[in-house]
C-alpha cells in the first residue's frame, strides 16, 4: 500500500511539473476595478513588488516581481533592476519558474538566486544584466 501511493504521489507531482511547464508564461497583467469595487479577484491580479536589494556600488537595485494568474492558481516571480531613483527599470528574467532569494554577488557583476527550473530548487547565477544564467549546484532533492 505504501509503495503504491508513493507511486501514485510521484506521478501526480511529475504531471503537476509538467503542466506548470507547458503553462503560458505569468506576466504582467491589466487590472480592471469594475464599478470602482476593489474585489480579491482585483488584488489578486495586482504585481508584488519583493526583496528589494541595493547593489554593492549602490547604482543598481535588484528587486522581484510576483505576477499572479487566477486561471492558472499559481504565480511567478520574475527578477527586475533599476536605478535608485526609479529610472531604467529592466526586466533580466522571463521564465515560467520563479526566481527566489536573488542577492548581488562578485561585488554587484553577478546575481545568485533559488529556481525550481529542472525539478528541484537549485542555486543559479546570472550576470547582472540577466545573460549567462546557469545553474551552480546540484542539491539532490532540493525542493
Known sequence: M???TSVLLGACTQEA????D?????GRSEVKVPNGVLTPEVLYSMARVSDPQL????SKVLYGVTFMSIE???????LFVMN???SDKKQITHTPQSEQNAVWINGGKEIAFLSNEGGSSQIW???ADGNNRRKV???EGGG
Open 84 to 86: 535608485p531613483d526609479g
Open 55 to 58: 547593489s554593492p556600488d549602490g
Open 17 to 20: 511539473k509538467q503542466a506548470e
Open 72 to 78: 492558472q492558481n499559481r504565480g511567478n516571480r520574475e
Open 137 to 139: 549546484s546540484r542539491y
Open 2 to 4: 505504501i509503495m503504491a
Open 22 to 26: 507547458s503553462a503560458p508564461l505569468i
Open 125 to 127: 547565477i546570472m550576470d
